[in-house]
């Protein structure tokens, strides 16, 4: 009988616990040091505000934005954790789409109600901006803002527009805004893609940021005050992380996973979102309704040619291989769908934009079938009409991605201006 790597990882994660594994005379494997490990591990901006006795808080009515990643370094939750402490006077919770408690699917969220666990009131924010919001936090009847939600890294994931909409509210109600941060799951270590054309503004981007930001929350959140809300700026502070740096990934900081959102279930899946999302705007399934969502792309009739197409690109940190798949739910529901399985095999190497730029553009050399949405969704998650137009008249991923190049230049330099971690 042989172990799957599967089953050797599992038997790797019970050392801890038995002390030794391994064939006779071979040296003992030695169980981890917890409290090494503890020192290592990146400290939250949640974490810090604890530490710091919540003094940033002091003499305040509080409403929380937040959902399941909320949590604590033991994976307890930050609005439980604050409704318990005497020194936090906590009195409303908001819920971002997915919802506070993350039951609601891709362009949903939950009705507003009452939490059962606190018996605080939960206001759903999801869709709502300006006057419309300042008026849910009026009536709320808080004083200050607190936002900590675990973001993944792509300008098209709607928390950081969550984040821009409640500063804005807030800024337009006279309340102040604290935001813990967060890792950038997927590392900080640069931009990437295209930056969004303020024509293309919407719920998946309001203002010109990269594709991929390589900010965390509370950097994007200077950013927001300081270039896009300088006309009303909000009254801002952020509770930095300790122990984290832009070269790290999520597995890095010794910090508990939460899904941010349903089809997020892995650190993995955060890595080839950025790219693999652009499939949204497609009639090609992004993986949803499988167990490996955004790392399988593909289509009823698809065959093995698109990943042998994608796998000549020649794409650094990256390689794609034929795969089939039958979603449970989203395109393609109960069919057998043809397409290529992303493996990504040297992260730092690994651009999820280009990646994706290539899957689309060899989907469409290869498949019969290629088509974007009617309404032209490539375009808000692109931000701008100049991908669907390049990949249509036959250009390849290179002068693709030199037409965005300008842009990402003039982002990078503001970027820079914002950033909180070496």
């Known amino acids: 009988m042989t172990l799957s790597r599967r089953g050797l990882l599992g038997l790797a994660g019970t050392t801890g616990a038995l002390g030794t594994l391994g064939a006779a005379g071979a040296a003992p494997v030695r169980a981890p040091d917890p409290a090494a490990a503890a020192a290592d591990r990146v400290r939250t901006g949640f974490e810090q505000l604890a530490a710091d006795g919540y003094a940033v808080l002091a003499g305040q009515r509080i409403g929380v934005v937040t959902n399941p ?22 009195v409303a919770v908001f819920g971002p789409e997915h919802g506070f408690r993350g039951t609601a699917q891709a362009g949903d969220s939950e ?65 102040a805004v604290v935001v813990l941060d967060r890792p950038n799951p997927v590392g900080g270590r640069r931009a990437a893609g295209p930056v969004l054309e303020p ?28 270039e896009f809300l300088a006309a009303q700026p909000v009254r801002l502070s952020t509770v930095r992380m300790t ?30 979102y950025a790219g693999t999302c652009l499939f949204e705007g497609t009639n090609l399934s992004e993986g949803r309704g499988t167990t490996t969502p955004f790392e399988v792309v593909g289509a009823q009739g698809a065959d093995r040619r698109w990943a042998e197409a994608a796998q000549a690109l020649g794409l650094p940190g ?85 037409d965005w190049a300008a842009g990402l230049e003039r982002f990078t330099a503001v970027r820079g201006r914002y950033l909180l971690y070496p």
């Open 69 to 90: 990643t909320g949590i604590t370094a033991d994976a307890r939750h930050l609005v439980d954790v604050l409704h318990a402490d005497a020194r936090v006077k906590l």
């Open 318 to 402: 990256v390689w794609f291989r034929e795969a089939y798949f039958t979603p449970t739910f989203s395109k393609f529901t109960g069919k057998v769908c043809g397409g290529v399985r992303l493996i990504v095999h040297d992260r730092a190497a690994f651009d999820p934009v280009r990646a994706g730029i290539g899957l689309l553009v060899t989907a469409k050399r290869t498949w019969s079938g290629f088509a974007w949405r009617t309404d032209h969704w490539i375009d808000q998650l692109t931000g701008s009409d100049r991908v669907r137009k390049m990949v249509d008249a036959g250009a390849g991923v290179e002068e693709i991605a030199a």
């Open 243 to 272: 122990g984290w740096r832009r070269d790290s990934f999520f597995g890095a900081t010794g910090l508990p996973w939460v899904p941010p959102s349903p089809n997020v279930p892995t650190p993995d899946t955060a890595l080839a």
């Open 199 to 226: 024509a293309y503004a919407s719920g998946v981007g309001r203002e010109p940021v990269a594709l991929a930001h390589g900010m965390t929350v509370a950097e994007l959140a200077l950013l927001f005050n300081g």
């Open 111 to 175: 009705a507003a109600g009452r939490d059962p666990a606190t018996g605080l009131p939960v206001y759903d924010t999801y869709g709502k901006s300006g006057q419309k919001l300042a008026d849910v936090f009026t009536a709320a009847g808080i004083d200050t803002v607190v936002f900590d939600i675990q973001d993944v890294g792509a300008r098209f994931y709607t928390y950081i527009w969550t984040l821009y909409d409640c500063m804005r509210a807030a800024a337009l109600a006279g309340k």
